[in-house]
Nanobody, 126 residues
């Protein structure tokens, strides 16, 4: 069974930092594009960042560009999202996602991704 499991969320004060992890099991995603999205109640999933299989190509949403770093460790089958200078508006459930095939390039839409984790809550207090 293929699973993506996020961890590292929690309650953080404004201005703080977090590192989210997404660990895959059941198959390797070392050749697949992966991404982070986030979602708040009543809204669709918002693209945060995406990374190619090697980690050499990344793209981060303009809304978080100066505060977010996406990376991956294929040996550990794990992807990371480092978020700094957290703001209350960063409060959301953060999801990791993976494309179904190594043939696909970076994607910025939730519909581009086939595998999803269950999400991890990040709450930023002011």
């Amino acid at each position: 069974q293929v699973q993506l499991v996020e961890s590292g969320g929690g309650l953080v004060q404004s201005g703080g930092s977090l590192r989210l992890s997404c660990t895959a099991s059941g198959r390797t995603f070392s050749t697949n594009v992966m991404a982070w999205f986030r979602q708040t109640p009543g809204k669709g999933r918002e693209f945060v960042a995406t990374i190619n299989w090697s980690g050499e190509s990344t793209y981060v949403a303009d809304s978080v560009k100066d505060r977010v770093t996406i990376s991956r460790d294929n040996a550990k089958n794990t992807m990371y999202l480092q978020v700094s200078s957290l703001k209350p508006e960063d409060t959301a459930v953060y999801y990791c996602a993976a494309k179904s095939s190594a043939l696909y390039g970076l994607g910025y839409y939730a519909s581009d991704y086939y595998y999803w984790g269950q999400g991890t809550q990040v709450t930023v207090s002011s």
